[in-house]
């Protein structure tokens, strides 16, 4: 309820508040509001969206029916460690087109993005693959087979 400027108000009334101090009130209390949600925005962002991705070297352990020339996938890798007559191998299983993951299939590896296809030893069959599947370094210490993803070999390099 408003009062006419001549009506004589009660001592009991509140002073009422000029507009300028209102609309300075108003953009205060917009401002620190603002800022509050913002900061509750802000808690989000510092975590992360990934985990850590694992170590490249790492060791393995063949299954002893794991058939010769058989790929044997190590779960969570982007690896096939083979078995054969001279020893084990690792080759790569990340195309060497555009880094898709090859599968294995029957003629070797098959990759479900462009259709490239290798051969068991990584040998490009069909491209648009440029080049081989890598082969990455194995060693043997005592009965332990360690492979290294960062580590590229020859070819045809066996432990
Ligand atoms: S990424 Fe494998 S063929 Fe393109």
Same mark, same amino acid.
């Given at each position: 309820?408003?009062?006419? &400027?001549?009506e004589? @108000?009660? @001592?009991? %009334? +509140?002073?009422?508040?000029?507009?300028? %101090?209102?609309?300075?009130?108003?953009?205060i209390? *917009?401002?620190?509001? /603002?800022?509050?949600?913002?900061?509750l925005?802000?808690?989000?962002?510092p975590? /992360?969206? #990934?985990?850590?991705? +694992?170590?490249?070297?790492?060791? =393995?352990?063949?299954?002893?029916?794991? +058939?010769?020339?058989?790929?044997?996938? &190590?779960p969570g @890798?982007?690896v096939?460690v083979? @078995?054969?007559?001279?020893? =084990?191998?690792?080759?790569?299983? #990340?195309?060497?087109?555009?880094?898709?993951?090859v599968k294995?299939? /029957?003629n070797?590896?098959?990759? +479900?993005?462009?259709?490239?296809?290798?051969?068991? %030893?990584?040998?490009?069959?069909k491209?648009?693959? &440029?080049t081989?599947?890598?082969?990455?370094?194995? *060693?043997?210490?005592?009965?332990?087979?360690? =492979?290294d993803? %960062?580590?590229?070999?020859?070819?045809?390099?066996? #432990?």
């Amino acid at each position: 309820m408003t009062t006419h &400027p001549n009506e004589k @108000r009660s @001592r009991f %009334d +509140p002073e009422p508040m000029p507009r300028r %101090d209102f609309l300075g009130l108003a953009a205060i209390g *917009s401002m620190l509001a /603002a800022f509050g949600l913002s900061m509750l925005g802000m808690l989000k962002l510092p975590k /992360a969206a #990934v985990s850590a991705s +694992p170590a490249k070297k790492f060791n =393995v352990s063949l299954p002893d029916t794991l +058939p010769e020339g058989e790929a044997f996938i &190590p779960p969570g @890798r982007n690896v096939a460690v083979f @078995r054969d007559k001279e020893g =084990v191998f690792a080759i790569s299983t #990340v195309c060497t087109h555009l880094g898709c993951i090859v599968k294995t299939s /029957a003629n070797g590896f098959d990759c +479900p993005c462009h259709g490239s296809g290798f051969t068991r %030893d990584g040998t490009v069959r069909k491209g648009p693959a &440029p080049t081989p599947l890598p082969w990455l370094k194995v *060693s043997m210490n005592g009965g332990t087979l360690t =492979v290294d993803e %960062d580590t590229k070999v020859k070819s045809g390099t066996k #432990v």
